[in-house]
């Protein structure tokens, strides 16, 4: 239900009718803040008409319209007419110059390559300490048996079996690959890390976390590793997915398609109503 006259503050910028409904309702931005859970920031720019500012056209438009639910007008109308005109003043041309920089997910760190590199000498050694042995116990047999005078047929060796896999190590390391906003934390509530990724942002998870977790609604925005180990995708595009275990090891076993320590699935949970996007994604 619209509680103000809207006719009121027709006609202007959507910013100054905002301020002017929430000045005329005695409220703060402090206020609006705590009640829609917009950072006071993103609430600035929206007063200021300074639409460039916020994340994305998406995002602007959920931002405005619960901040004109919050002061008493219609949130969907205010919607509809910033839709309108963001999308006649925001070009293609605007979006593609700010993707344009090359990827930085696509570039491997210094880190990994020194990580594959010890990997790969580790390797090596035990392949040649397990080849060792082999060929040792193979001369111990061959000293043991008879001497006979015709010449023996040549033995053929058995096939030398492959060196065991090493299991993948290294730090669990989130790369965005498209804006995204997550929040990880530890199996009980305390957070560890919340923020809105853009392209080419890492997050490595602290190896001092005991049972780390994600809540995220986009999962395909994220690429997941293990020093240089990618992980299966940690849920269904676009679906909302809470307490997935971030630990290296419930991470692998997705690999192999089961999923121990994961209690959330993807679903229809709803986001904090301050992550970008939330808006959006819970109906707002």
């Known amino acids: 239900m ?3 006259d809207e006719g009121a503050y027709a006609g202007g910028p959507i910013g100054e009718r905002l301020k002017a409904a929430r000045e005329a309702k005695g409220m703060k931005l402090d206020d609006i803040a705590a009640h829609t859970r917009i950072p006071i920031r993103h609430l600035q720019h929206i007063e200021q008409g300074d ?18 639910n919050a ?25 593609t110059a700010y993707y344009e ?32 042995a ?33 299991a993948p190590t290294g730090p669990v390391v989130l790369t965005a690959t498209e804006e995204v906003w997550l929040r990880i934390y530890e199996a009980g509530g305390q957070r560890l890390y919340e923020a809105t990724m853009k392209p080419g942002d890492r997050y490595e998870v602290p190896a001092t976390a005991t049972r780390p977790q994600i809540l995220t609604g986009k999962p395909q925005a994220l690429r997941v590793t293990i020093g240089n180990t990618p992980v299966a995708p940690l849920g269904e595009p ?12 419930d991470l692998l076993a997705r690999n192999g398609g089961t999923t121990p320590g994961t209690s959330g699935q993807p679903g229809p949970i709803p986001l904090p109503d301050n992550a ?9």
Request: aromatic share 6%.
């Open 51 to 68: 639409w460039d500012a916020l994340p994305a056209v998406t995002y602007s438009v959920g931002f405005a319209r619960t901040y004109a």
């Open 238 to 249: 676009e679906r909302t997915i809470s307490d997935v275990s971030l630990l290296a090891a």
């Open 2 to 4: 619209v509680d103000m």
């Open 134 to 166: 082999a060929l040792g116990g193979t001369d111990v047999e061959q000293a043991q048996a008879p001497v006979t005078s015709s010449p023996a047929a040549p033995q053929q060796a058995a096939p030398a079996a492959e060196a065991p896999a090493a």
């Open 71 to 95: 002061v008493g007008l219609n949130g969907n109308a205010i919607g509809a007419e910033l839709r309108e005109q963001l999308g006649a003043t925001r070009s293609e041309a605007a979006s």
């Open 101 to 132: 920089p090359a990827d930085p997910a696509r570039v491997p760190p210094r880190s990994l390559a020194i990580m594959i590199g010890i990997i790969g000498i580790a390797l090596i050694a035990g392949y040649f300490i397990w080849r060792s």
């Open 276 to 284: 970008p996007g939330a808006a959006g994604a819970n109906g707002l």
